[in-house]
């Protein structure tokens, strides 16, 4: 992409409305613009990110064998009747009627919806597990939408339903979906802690919610310190083996770790105290084993092998899709702005072109950009005639990890400099050397 044929309004001043870094920085760099108090219109640049982690999203859930479908944002009450939702969710569900007078509701999560596709289509043991899920916008009218995207009203998660004839299948589907997150977070660039938690109204004993460690988050976290030394890394993982997922489970959720909402000092107190830790953090997904909490209400049965009917074992799984575009930053800026994870980059390197106008300057970019683009990657070229300190200010706000330099005296003596936005370091090297650097740092992410 050419930046002067691109779409990036970023703004010079810092938006008095937000309070937190990565809401500021979002505004700055031209990523959302609000529509109404906790709903965003996507620009161009936050628009590719959150389409880069729903890519993760995707390719860690299916590679746990799980079933992408999409639901609709809107769902009929008369559903959440059926579960006795409709009237326990309170104000935050956002009711609509339509010109028939019939009541509907803004999803603020689909159990109800999902156990009726479930109950519609299968009946028998055999076509068990099924995990089905999606990603979608739901909307919560939350009481106080605040901190951009973090806590917003209209937002998009993955959520999954698992579907299992015993208990002991569920609990390992539950296991398998913190395995997946640990992987999926992981590639995000993020820490993101499994700890006990509450499950308020999606119900269940069982349930983990994984945090990123952020003096900003909204959740008051007790852990000990030990459990940040874990990283599930790259090692191979079979995600039918139920020992497999559940030596992971154990391994990520031995040590004391818990949001306030379950956290029990007395426990606390057994972790040595050089150990505990206190601290705040963002809430990006949460898992929940409900057993048949809804099959039971809404009547999903399925045949075991016995030719009994029995209701099905539930549990539901969540991925605050947009949310996780705020903890990012929140993990991973500085003074200047944005520092993008290579995973979720919205274009893989700046070209800065000092001299506009120049023709070896001219000519150099064109050709890294053409380079780089025939090796499959998405170089942003800043192509405009603007100061050269300029055009650094702006690649250090959008946070591209990595920024090629192109000037007159360099190319005079063959060079360009590639640059790190994580650690400032830069180097010169040949074009040809800078793209195959450029190459090599995303080959196989
Ligand atoms: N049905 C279950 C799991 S599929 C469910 O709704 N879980 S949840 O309520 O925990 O939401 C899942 C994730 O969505 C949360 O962990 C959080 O990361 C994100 N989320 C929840 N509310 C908001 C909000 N108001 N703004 C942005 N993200 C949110």
């Not at 209209?154 to 015993?166: A, R, V």
């Not at 640990?182 to 308020?200: F, H, N, V």
Request: proline share 4%.
């Amino acid at each position: 992409m050419r930046l002067s044929r691109y779409f990036l309004p970023v703004l010079k001043e810092t938006p008095s409305e937000a309070q937190i870094v990565s809401h500021r920085l979002m505004l700055r760099a031209g990523m959302i613009k609000q529509a109404a108090a906790g709903i965003y219109s996507w620009l161009p640049l936050g628009y590719k990110v959150l389409r880069n982690i729903e890519k993760i999203v995707h390719e860690e859930q299916q590679r746990a064998g799980h079933i992408p479908l999409l639901m609709p944002t809107l769902q009929p009450a008369d559903l959440w009747r059926e579960s006795g939702r409709y009237d326990d969710y309170g104000e935050e569900m956002l009711r609509v009627r339509d010109r028939q007078d019939r009541d509907l509701l803004y999803g603020p999560t689909n159990e109800e919806m999902i156990t009726d596709i479930f109950r519609s289509h299968v009946g028998s043991y055999k076509e068990l597990p099924l995990t089905l899920y999606h990603i979608q916008w739901k909307f919560r009218d939350e009481m106080r939408p605040r901190f951009g995207v973090m806590r917003g009203r209209e937002f998009l998660m993955k959520d999954g339903y698992t579907f299992d004839l015993t208990k002991e299948d569920a609990l390992h589907a539950y296991n398998r979906h913190l395995v997946s997150y640990l992987r999926t977070y992981e590639r995000m660039g993020l820490q993101a802690i499994p700890m006990r938690a509450d499950s308020g109204p999606i119900g269940g004993d069982d349930t983990h919610e994984f945090l990123v460690l952020a003096e900003t988050g909204e959740s008051e976290v007790f852990y000990d310190s030990e459990i940040t030394e874990l990283k599930f890394g790259d090692r191979t993982i079979d995600y039918d083996s139920v020992e497999q997922c559940q030596a992971v489970l154990e391994e990520f959720t031995s040590r004391y770790a818990r949001t306030d909402e379950t956290h029990d000092a007395a426990e606390f107190a057994k972790v040595p105290e050089a150990r505990r830790r206190t601290a705040r953090g963002i809430e990006v997904g949460q898992i929940f084993f409900f057993g048949t909490k809804y099959s039971e209400s809404m009547g999903a049965t399925v045949q075991d092998a016995d030719g009994n009917k029995v209701p099905v074992q539930m549990g539901s799984h969540g991925i605050g899709v947009s949310r996780l575009m705020g903890a990012i930053i929140e993990a991973s800026h500085d003074d200047k702005g944005i520092i993008w994870p290579e995973g979720v980059t919205p274009f893989h390197c700046g070209i800065v072109n000092l001299k506009q106008g120049d023709s070896a300057a001219d000519a150099a970019c064109e050709g890294l950009y053409a380079a780089l683009t025939a090796k499959g990657l998405e170089p942003l070229y800043d192509d405009r005639k603007e100061r050269a300190g300029g055009k650094f200010a702006t690649m250090d706000l959008i946070g591209l990890p990595w920024r090629i330099t192109v000037g007159p005296r360099g190319l005079a003596a063959g060079v360009v400099e590639l640059t790190s936005r994580r650690t400032g370091e830069s180097e010169e090297m040949t074009p040809e050397a800078a793209i195959d650097r450029v190459a090599q740092i995303y080959a196989g992410k």
